[in-house]
Structure formats: C-alpha cells, structure tokens
C-alpha cells in the first residue's frame, strides 16, 4: 500500500463489539485473564502493552517501512531509550548540529557512562577518524536543528555496517513521507511524534522503528515498558489521528517553506537563508538523492545581530514566537535564547517552523516584521 493509505488504515484497530469505524480508547490499566491464567486478547498491563499503543506502533511501523516500533512519552524519551540500552564505557558519535535536548541528555544523564564526540556528519573523513573500537552508535540527524544540515545516511550506513556500529536516525524534521532512513540502511529510525505526526502542537511523544526485531530491539522493547516512558491512550489516540492526514500536511508544508525561502534569499535584511531545497545550499544534492521533499523548516540569519534578529520575531503577527515545529500554525523563534550557553547557533538566527496557512499570508507577515529592522 501506498504512504496515504497506510497513514488512515493501519493505525486503526476496529472495535470487534461496537463495530465503531474509528477506534475507541481503552483507558483500562489492565485486562482479564483467561481459565488457563493467559491473556485472551494479548493485554495484560497497560504499561506493557494496550489497544491504542498497538494501533499507534502498527502504524509507525509501516510508514517507515520497519519490523516493529516502540512508543514513548516524548522523543527525548525514546532517544533516552536507545542510550539506555547501550553498555556502560560505549562511545557514541553524535552530529555537531544536535537538537539540544537529546544533547542535553547526553551530556548531564548519561555523562560519565557514555562517551560522546559530536562530529560534523556530512564530512565522512571526519566520521571516520573519530571512530574508536568502543564506538556502538551513529546518531544522524538530517536535515539537523536548527541549522538545517544535511548528512548522507547511506555513507553513513556504509562506514558503520563495516564495523558492527549500530546507526539510528533521527527522522523527526523529514518525517518517512519525505525520507526513509531504514531503506537507505539505518538501523533504527527515531521521531519527536510531537511535531509532525501529532501535527496540531497538542500532544506530546516519541518512537523508535526497527529494521529488524534483533536482539537490540528487544532490549529497547525491554527498556519502553520497565522504565516506563509509555504515552498514555489519549496520547496514542491523538497522535493516530494526526498520522491519518501526515502525507497531505507535508505536501503543504514542503510547498510553503520552498516559497518562504525564496522569499527570504532575495530580501536585503537577511545574510543567509539555511533550507536544503535551495540550491545554495552545501548538500543541496545529498538532500534531493534521499529525500522526496525538502521540509517545512527552515533557519534564517537576520542582518545586525541578535538585536535585530529579535525585534523581527517580537514584530510577526501571524507568525507565533514560540518552540516547537511541525504543527499546522507557523512559529518562528529565536533559538539562541532558548539553547544551552555552549550552543554553536549564531546569535542572529531565527528558526521557523512553516505552517499551512496561505503562503502569501506568511510572506507579508515577515516582510513586515523585517522592515522593523
Ligand atoms: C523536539 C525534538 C526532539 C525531542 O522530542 P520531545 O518530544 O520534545 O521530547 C528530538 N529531536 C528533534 C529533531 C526534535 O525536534
């Protein structure tokens, strides 16, 4: 089946009682057991497993084309899940541009257990140096946050196989409609399920999607259901009924960040408009081999510095200044403030998330904002 039809159908476990179309939400902590002490409809807890949680994993799994998926609380709790599960002394090499929370994490939760050196991806000579014989994981996050980079997953893939490294991606920003990590090799896929598989900003989540239920996979699977990180059924219902119209929003999406980029390439208050779509951009050719689209984000530099980068994201009207990304409002932020202070994001940068609001809306707002500077 194709991506549209399995984003409405493979989430949806029809309820066999009331033959409701969409899926009920089991709020049930636990669930009866059969004469012979089993579990006749294969829940025991809602910890380890529920309805909504299944239907939730069914359909993650078969967007990115995996054997199995994990669902969590958040995506800092599925990337949380896969540190977890690596012995202590493991060395991780980590993208030099890496979403501050899961860098955060590492840094302050797992420092001291695991050894991480954050690397520029897209230079693979430098990837291969920093190899180490401890080395058990490569986290790719492409395109990146907030500088929008982009890596070669397949070389990637290629440098790890050789050497046994399990390599997990973070695919939160290109969702699988428009990147497919497990196809190109990688052997974990991880999402924040709170940006575009929610895609309202109303409901928080992560996963992670195998290629193949390994040993490591089930130490994952392990890890979800004893530490405990599990979203609730509301959760999985939200986040299913987001899935449903994923394809569409990101063909919105895609179409209004390729225009608001060309917009702001051409404006004279910007220094440099960071957006994989443009041919400007360095790994313009890597991203259009192993994307299908090019995203609904985007990082711009605002001429004048901090200041002046501030007073337009004060100045926006439809446009809202908040964090976060992938909803179907856009949000634009400026991500200095909100990093830790060793960020390497430049001072005068704005992320915006573009939403599904018409483009020409979007391109007044920040003309506006841009002539305050
Ligand atoms: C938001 C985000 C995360 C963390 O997800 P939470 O759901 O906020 O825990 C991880 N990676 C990327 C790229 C993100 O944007």
Redesign the pocket.
Known sequence: MKIETIAIHAGNLTDQNSKAVIQPITLSTTFERGEDGGYPAGYMYTRADNPNRKSLENVLAELEGGEDACSFS??????GAVFQSLEPGSHIIAPDDM?H??RTLLNQVFKGILDVDYVELADIEAVKQALRPQTKLIWI?TP??PLLKISDIKALVQLAQQRNIMVCC?N??ATPVLQRPLELGADLV??????YFGGHSDV???ALITRKKDAAWEKIRSIQSLAGAVPSPFDCYLTVRGIKTLPYRMRGHVENAGKLAKFLQNHPKVEAVFYPGLASHPNHNIAAGQMSGFGGMLSFLVKGGAESARKVANSVQVFTQAT???GVESLVEHRFSVEPPDTKTPQNLLRVSVGLENIEDLIEDLSQALEKV
């Not at 958040?74 to 990337?79: F, H, L, R, T």
Request: glycine residues 22%; proline residues 0%; charged residues 10%.
């Open positions: 958040s995506g800092n709790a599925a990337g979403y929370g899961l996050e990146s946050n973070d939160t920003f991880m999402h924040s399920t709170t940006k928080l989540g992560g976060s990304l992938g």
